[in-house]
C-alpha cells in the first residue's frame, strides 16, 4: 500500500460549487500547481517548491483511516492526482480541475456537506479506494475492462481524446502512436497507471522504449530536457502543458486518434467507486444525469478545456448538446 505518497487535507462546500472563487480555500503548501488555462512564467518554482515540500509532508503524514469519516455521516473522501486539467491545486491551496470541480458539483447535490480531498500518485488511487482510505476517485479516469473489474464507475462525465507533447517543431515527426511500434530512435514518456500505457504496448511498443513519470509535470520535463522524444497523455492535458511553455514545447499535430482491437480508443472519464458502495454510487449518478450536459455544468467546465464537444454519448442522446 502506498502510505507515504498521499496528502490529505479537508475542506467545507459553500454554494453551488459552480466557481472556484465561490469555495472556502483549502490551505496548504504542498503539491501546488499554477492556475489555468493560462501560462504561467514561474510554474517552475511552483512545481519545484511543491516537490520539496511534498516529500517532507509524506514524512510526516499517512491516509486517513479506513474508519475515518464515513460519507453517510456528510463526508466524503475524495481521492485524486495531479494532472491538470483534470484535477490539480492552484497557489492558493483550491483543489480544482474538471473533475473535481463536477465532483463537488454533484456531490452538494447529493447533500455531501463536506468533502475530505486526499492527493496521491495516479497509480495509487484504485488501491487507496479498495482500502477504504478514500470513498470516490475523482481524477479523470478513464474506463477501462482491467478497472472495472475492480471498481464501479459513475456514468461517463466527459469523452476525450489522446495527443502528444513534443517538442517545438516536433523534431521527430510524432503524429500518432501506432507508429511508434516500429521507431527504434523514439523514446516517449507516459503516466504510470493511465490508458496511454496500455495503449501503447497494445500497439507493439516496446517497454524499453516507454518511460515511466509519476504525474504530468514530470513528463513535460523530460521532453523538455530531451530525456525523451514525446509524453503520451490525453489531448486536454498535452494542450494545456504546451501552452506553458510555447516557445519550447507543443501539441503534435496533426495527430491520428489510436485504434486498440479496431476500435477508436477515446476515452470516456468517470468516477470510481468501491462495488459495495452502491448507495453512493446511485445519488452520485442521479445528480450526474441531471447535471451533465446543462448550460451550468458547460459554464462550469469551460475553463479548463471542455465543452459541448466532450460530452458524454449518454448526455448527447438525451438532447442535451446545446450544439445539435
Known amino acids: 500500500m502506498f502510505r507515504h505518497g498521499t496528502v490529505w487535507h479537508s475542506g ?3 454554494g453551488s460549487g459552480r466557481r472556484r472563487a465561490r469555495h472556502a480555500p483549502y490551505k496548504d503548501t504542498a503539491n501546488v500547481m499554477p ?3 493560462g501560462p504561467g512564467p514561474s510554474l517552475l518554482g511552483f512545481v519545484a517548491l511543491a516537490c520539496a515540500l511534498a516529500s517532507l509532508l509524506f514524512v510526516l503524514v499517512e491516509l486517513p483511516a479506513p474508519t475515518d469519516a464515513a460519507w453517510r455521516e456528510g463526508t466524503v473522501r475524495v481521492g485524486y492526482a495531479l494532472e491538470p486539467p483534470y ?12 473533475a473535481p470541480e463536477v465532483a463537488r458539483a454533484v456531490l452538494t447535490r447529493a447533500g455531501v456537506t463536506r468533502i475530505r480531498w486526499v492527493l496521491g500518485d495516479f497509480n495509487a488511487l484504485i488501491p487507496d479506494l479498495l482500502a477504504g482510505h478514500i470513498d470516490m476517485i475523482a481524477a479523470g479516469m478513464f474506463i477501462t475492462p482491467e478497472r472495472e473489474a475492480r471498481i464501479a464507475f459513475s456514468q461517463p462525465t466527459s469523452v476525450v481524446g489522446q495527443g502528444m507533447l513534443v517538442r517545438r517543431g516536433n523534431p521527430r515527426g510524432l503524429h500518432d502512436y501506432a507508429g ?9 514518456a507516459v503516466l504510470d497507471g493511465a490508458v496511454e500505457h496500455r495503449q501503447l504496448l497494445l500497439l507493439g511498443t516496446p517497454p524499453d522504449r516507454l518511460l515511466m513519470v ?17 509524453l503520451a497523455l490525453s489531448g486536454p492535458t498535452v494542450v494545456l502543458l504546451a501552452r506553458q511553455h510555447p516557445d519550447e514545447l507543443e ?8 485504434l486498440i482491437e479496431g476500435k477508436p480508443a477515446t476515452g470516456l472519464c468517470a468516477f470510481g467507486f468501491r462495488k459495495g458502495d452502491t448507495t453512493l454510487a446511485a445519488k452520485v449518478n ?10 451550468q455544468h458547460l459554464e462550469l467546465v469551460r475553463p479548463f478545456g471542455f465543452d459541448e464537444h466532450a460530452l458524454p454519448p449518454w448526455a448527447i442522446r438525451d438532447g442535451r448538446n446545446p450544439g445539435d
Do not use: C, N, W
Open 12 to 14: 467545507g462546500i459553500t
Open 35 to 37: 492556475r489555468l488555462p
Open 87 to 98: 484535477a490539480y491545486r492552484t497557489p492558493e491551496g483550491i483543489v480544482t480541475g474538471e
Open 180 to 188: 511508434l511500434a516500429g521507431r527504434t530512435d523514439v523514446t516517449v
Open 214 to 230: 509519476s504525474d504530468a509535470h514530470a513528463g513535460m520535463d523530460a521532453v523538455r530536457k530531451g530525456r525523451v522524444d514525446g
Open 251 to 258: 501539441a503534435a499535430q496533426p495527430f491520428t486518434q489510436p
Open 286 to 295: 442521479e445528480q450526474l444525469h441531471s447535471f451533465i450536459g446543462t448550460p
